[in-house]
């Protein structure tokens, strides 16, 4: 059966090749709608209550946020907000826009903006990502279209925050349908609105004519996107190639050359600020083999990162030292222990932990197959019987979070937030996604993440590196190269912070 599906697939893909060299384009320009697949299923839309890449990009065309950052400039511009000013080091006031509606009707309000932040600060609304609320200490109402905000602590990075995750809430609907019927009836302000959720399936989007007026992310110039899953790669392929798709993401990079010389496509690919990295499991009770430092350093020499970015990730993929992204603030790779690939000293390393001969366990992936046996294959050369599981990117979190994952392969690109505080704290903060709790990595992120000095807050992060690295929590692999492919009749452009904007692409 296994062999048949197979041939299947390859015959499917022979046939899409066809089409895609002789046939003419069947999706998209002509309708109007970009259609789009990929191989992530996001279980709830909602902004709040998902961590996938994929929902972090429907929500930036459902939902807005109060201020936008402007990707050339890097400068905060005004969004829901049409200005804004700090009263002290914990504390801002917004002023909002008048004249918004949200996708239903419900006027925008300061209403909308207190019960978001709000709802996100609080840890009983349990949010995905509680890092991006948790820094506030509570949203006020001053008027009808002004709002302070009071911050626990001074968080440097707080305007990032409030420029790319913290998506606002319509208060009336969300209150009334919560988490749940925001992710199957999705609501916003944003330049699309859903018209169809087909559970984790299709989603169809239609531009919304009454936008945030001036909003920096202008007027949607496609009249429609279809959002489709697919289940592996060979599918996805087989929509591009026939003519069903007009564009994907995140493919194997082996497919790249093919799929640039196809005469109605376009191949490009940009190294992303996501990263991949495993999460060893320090804290699981009993016996635990990864609650010994030694074997999780063991582990960290076992891999050859270099060979792994070279045939593999490809592209301008490079190997990484430390669990953050090179170009986030207060990401230091010098600070970082390192562990060049050396098996000898791996094995040696096992030996002196107890474990002469190795030991089994498991390793939880949910994206790349490919990647994750590589890793497997490396581990079990010196004597680490690993047995791969891959899920869904929810079952992922979620046996993370249960500590049901003892090495968990995950990737991170930290909602696009350049600051190490969205990544860090989240996986060695005591908080998130955390297999450590490590209390003094957690005092060294925390002071990290409030002072306003910036040269104390480069020191301490570097400090938290030097640790997480030197007790090798995790074995940080590289950063990522993302591949897109697309109809040429589309004016796409990649950015490195891995959003596409489709809002902004048009037809040539």
Known sequence: MKNGLVSLKALGIAAALALAVAGPALAGKQDDTLRVVWRVSVPNLDPHHNNLREGVVIGQLIWDTLVHKNTETGAFEPLLAESWSWIDNTTIEFKLKRGVKFHNGDDFSADDVVYTLNYVSNPDSKISVPGNGS???????????????????????????????????????????????????????????????????????????????????????????????????ATEMVELLSGRADWVWKFNSDQFDKLNAMPRLAATRDESMRIDFLLLDAIAPGDNPLAKQKVRQAMNHAIDREKFVKHLVQGNARVIDAPCYQGQFGCDMSAAVRYPYDPAKAKALLAEAGYPNGFSTQIVGFRSPQWTAAIQNDLAAVGIKAQVSMVEGAVLVDKTKKGEAPIAHWDWGSLSVNDSSAVLPNFFGNEGYDRSQDKEVKELLDKAGSSVDQTERKALYAQAIKLITERAYSVPLHTFTINYAYTKDLDFKAYPDELPRFYQYGWK
């Open 135 to 233: 820094w506030i200490e509570k949203a006020e109402k001053v008027d009808d279209f002004t709002v302070r905000v009071k911050l626990k602590k001074p968080f440097p990075a707080a305007m990032e925050y409030f420029a790319i995750p913290l998506l606002i809430y319509p208060a009336k609907y969300h209150a009334k349908v919560g988490p749940e019927g925001m992710g199957k009836a999705p609501v916003g302000t944003g330049p699309y609105k859903a018209t169809t959720v087909d559970g984790v399936k299709r989603y169809l989007l239609e531009r919304n004519e009454n936008g945030v007026p001036g909003s920096p992310k202008g007027r949607a110039k496609i009249g429609k996107i279809e959002i489709r899953t697919v289940t592996d790669s």
